[in-house]
C-alpha cells in the first residue's frame, strides 16, 4: 500500500474547516505490532503505567479506568518512531500546516465496553498554553471502525478560526472544557485505516463507547519544527491551567 500525499484540495479544505479526514490512508497491516503493544496497556494499565483519563470526584487511587490513557509510547518503544505510519504522519502534517513540523508526544487512548466516558469540548491549544498559537496539528488514528456509537471524532467547523474559547475545569478532574456552537459540530465516524487531522485551535470531543468492544486509538501530537518545545512547566499557560498528576496530557 502507498501512503497519499496531500493534495491541494485537502490543503485548503484543512486550511477553511481546521479538521480533515484522511480514508483508507494507513496500511492496517503497518498497525499490528502497535496495536499489540496497546493491548498489553489494556490487560495490565497500572503495570504499564497508563492512567484514567475520566476521573471525577475520587482520588487517583479510586479511578475506575473509563478511558485508558497512556502516554509517550514512544519512550517505551523507540522503533514506532520509526514506523511508516508515523513518518507518514509527520510529512502529511507538515504539507497541512504548509510547513515542517515535528513529533512531539503521542497517547493511546482506550475507552472500554458499554462504559467508556465521554471526552468532552476541548481544544489542544487550551492545554497546552499561549507560547504555541497555531503552532500545532494532531493525528486521530482509530484501530478499528469508529461511529458515534463507540466514540468517534467530532469537530466544529472552522472552529480553528475563533480563538481560544475560556475552558474550565470538568468536575475535580484535570480534564478542563469549553462550550461551542452547536449548529456547527461534524460527527466523523472512520473505518479502519482512516485518520483525522485537526488543527490545535479547532475544539473537538468523542462520546463515550456504548458498544461491546473496546475503543481504541492513538493520537499523534505535532509542533512546527521552528518551535523547540524544552518543558509544559512555563508555557504561558491559561488560567484555567491543571496541574497534572497523571502525566503530561495535553
Not at 165 to 192: A, G
Not at 225 to 245: A, C, H, R
Amino acid at each position: 500500500m502507498t501512503y497519499p500525499n496531500a493534495s491541494k484540495e485537502q490543503i485548503k479544505q484543512f486550511n477553511e474547516s481546521g479538521f480533515i479526514v484522511i480514508q483508507k490512508a494507513i496500511d492496517p497491516n503497518d498497525l499490528n505490532y502497535l496495536e499489540s503493544i496497546c493491548d498489553k496497556i489494556i490487560n495490565d494499565p497500572e503495570g504499564n503505567n497508563a492512567r484514567d483519563w475520566a476521573w471525577d470526584e475520587g482520588s487517583l487511587d479510586e479511578r475506575k479506568f473509563l478511558i485508558i490513557q497512556r502516554s509517550r509510547l514512544s519512550d517505551i518503544w523507540p522503533e514506532i518512531m520509526t514506523a511508516p505510519w508515523r513518518v507518514w504522519a509527520t510529512e502529511f502534517a507538515s504539507s497541512l500546516m504548509g510547513a515542517e513540523v515535528e513529533f512531539t508526544y503521542d497517547q493511546f487512548l482506550a475507552k472500554p465496553p458499554r462504559k467508556g466516558a465521554l471526552t468532552p469540548w476541548h481544544q489542544d491549544e487550551a492545554y497546552w498554553g499561549q507560547n504555541y498559537p497555531d503552532a500545532g496539528i494532531t493525528c486521530w488514528m482509530p484501530f478499528h471502525n469508529v461511529t458515534i456509537k463507540n466514540g468517534c471524532m467530532e469537530f466544529i467547523q472552522a472552529g480553528h478560526l475563533d480563538g481560544i474559547h475560556p475552558h474550565r475545569r470538568v468536575n475535580k478532574s484535570d480534564s478542563i472544557t469549553c462550550d461551542v456552537d452547536e449548529d456547527r459540530i461534524v460527527t466523523c465516524p472512520m473505518d479502519l485505516s482512516s485518520v483525522s487531522f485537526h488543527h490545535s485551535k479547532t475544539p473537538h470531543r468523542s462520546h463515550g463507547n456504548f458498544s461491546g468492544k473496546w475503543r481504541k486509538a492513538l493520537t499523534q501530537h505535532f509542533l512546527l519544527k521552528s518551535l523547540i518545545m524544552k518543558s509544559f512547566e512555563d508555557d504561558g499557560s491559561y488560567p484555567w491551567k491543571v496541574i497534572e498528576k497523571q502525566g503530561t496530557r495535553l
